[in-house]
T-cell receptor, first 114, second 114 residues
Framework: NAGVMQNPRHLVRRRGQEARLRCSPM?????VYWYRQLPEEGLKFMVY????????ESGMPKERFSAEFPKEGPSILRIQQVVRGDSAAYFC????????????FGPGTRLTVT | AQSVTQLDSQVPVFEEAPVELRCNYS??????LFWYVQYPNQGLQLLLK??????LVKGINGFEAEFNKSQTSFHLRKPSVHISDTAEYFC????????????FGGGTRLMVKP
């Protein structure tokens, strides 16, 4: 059973470009979470999604950031018009619908904005 | 809202010595507690978790943690560390009935020296 997969692992964008980060949850998992880790800091919750629904986006910046988890395909975290402060590691985690409280993390996408 | 404090940002220790990594949390409701380990440039791996029951929890790689409700603590311990334990350790909390969102501490860097 493959773990949580994220791609790309590294992403370099110039200021003003768009960044798209993808997350494929573990097989059988229908809950996806996105976290951001700034340099030398812990992880901060961004958004919690189930298939076709955003359950909690209280940690998402109000502008430029959006997330989706379509019926088919991976979850996408989209950052429009990136700025240098968006440089961070973005981690996705998934959990099975019936058993909550244990999240399995992907390897992360390291975004660098130049 | 809950918060997590990891009192030590770095803990240097010699190989085969015991270690304790401290974690305190604040919450007004019941919580679930987790310790994750992050090796350089990798995602997070679950070490152990406390959901209910016995307050002493044993995890992988010889780690254990004790939930102390009166002191709102969940300190991580290992009786004898190895060089390979060098990593960043994160304590995390999830509030019951709060949608499974994890709140992380700032992390503790464990540095095991030969």
């Amino acid at each position: 059973n493959a773990g949580v997969m994220q791609n790309p692992r590294h992403l370099v964008r110039r200021r003003g470009q768009e960044a798209r980060l993808r997350c494929s949850p573990m097989k059988g998992h229908s809950h996806v979470y996105w976290y951001r880790q700034l340099p030398e800091e812990g992880l901060k919750f961004m958004v919690y999604l189930q298939k076709e629904n955003i359950i909690d986006e209280s940690g998402m910046p109000k502008e430029r950031f959006s997330a989706e988890f379509p019926k088919e395909g991976p979850s996408i975290l989209r950052i429009q018009q990136v700025v240098r402060g968006d440089s961070a590691a973005y981690f996705c985690a998934s959990s099975p619908g019936g058993v909550v409280y244990e999240q399995y993390f992907g390897p992360g996408t390291r975004l660098t904005v130049t | 809202a809950q918060s997590v404090t990891q009192l030590d940002s770095q803990v240097p220790v010699f190989e085969e010595a015991p270690v304790e990594l401290r974690c305190n949390y604040s919450s007004s409701v019941s919580v679930y507690l987790f310790w994750y380990v992050q090796y350089p440039n990798q995602g997070l791996q679950l070490l152990l978790k406390y959901l209910s029951g016995s307050t002493l929890v044993k995890g992988i790689n010889g780690f254990e943690a004790e939930f102390n409700k009166s002191q709102t603590s969940f300190h991580l311990r290992k009786p004898s560390v190895h060089i390979s334990d060098t990593a960043e350790y994160f304590c995390a909390v999830s509030e019951a009935n709060a949608g499974n969102m994890l709140t992380f501490g700032g992390g503790t860097r464990l540095m095991v020296k030969p």
